[in-house]
């Protein structure tokens, strides 16, 4: 048996063309994109979370041929990360591990799961807002002082303070903020 042209779409299709690979000690996901249209071929290989083969990693003796070759049964990575599962760390790569995997790497991602809570970001944007007003008011941008002792790395002394309730207290001096590179 092999895999139908059916079941190698739909695993493409709900892949957001990403490797389905997720860290288990970071919970990160893989970022390698899978396809480009002006590639030539794809970076991305079709694994069997539970090997049809006897010897096989997380072989399945009551699975059948048709089972082995499944949507359910197969999920598609990046060929590093199916040399990882399949060959250099089998041990931590369980078929629940893999299946949890492959439904986590599918699923929509919600828009409230970011870095921040609604609410927190509705803070952020107004912060935001309200220091852009104050930046319009204050006149003059903002003057280098001086280099930073570390190439690259910038130090900022913003005095402005601002408050979710919408006031934003102004520096005491002439100078609002000074930004060192």
């Known amino acids: 048996m092999s895999i139908s042209s059916g079941v190698t779409k739909q695993l493409y299709a709900l892949s957001r063309n990403l490797c389905a690979f997720i860290d288990l000690d970071t919970s990160l996901r893989c970022e390698k ?10 970076r991305a290989e ?7 083969s006897p010897g096989g990693p997380r072989y399945d003796s ?9 949507f359910d049964n197969l999920i598609l990575i990046c060929p590093n990360h199916h040399t990882e599962i399949d060959a250099l760390q089998v041990e931590r790569y369980s078929v629940d591990v893999l299946n949890d995997m492959k439904n986590r790497s599918m699923a929509n991602p919600d828009p409230v799961e970011s870095w921040a809570s609604e609410q927190r970001l509705d803070q952020i944007a107004e912060l935001l807002v309200l220091i852009a007003e104050y930046s319009e008011r204050a006149g003059p941008r ?15 002394d913003m005095r402005a303070t601002a408050t979710f309730g919408g006031t934003v207290t102004p520096p005491p001096g002439p100078e609002p903020f000074k930004f060192s590179t």
């Open 62 to 70: 009551t699975m059948t041929p048709d089972e082995g070759d499944s």
């Open 142 to 156: 903002p003057v280098i002082v001086n280099k930073a002792p570390i190439k690259g790395v910038a130090s900022v």
């Open 46 to 52: 079709i694994a069997h979370i539970r090997s049809k």
């Open 33 to 42: 994109v899978i396809a480009k249209p002006e590639w030539k071929s794809v």
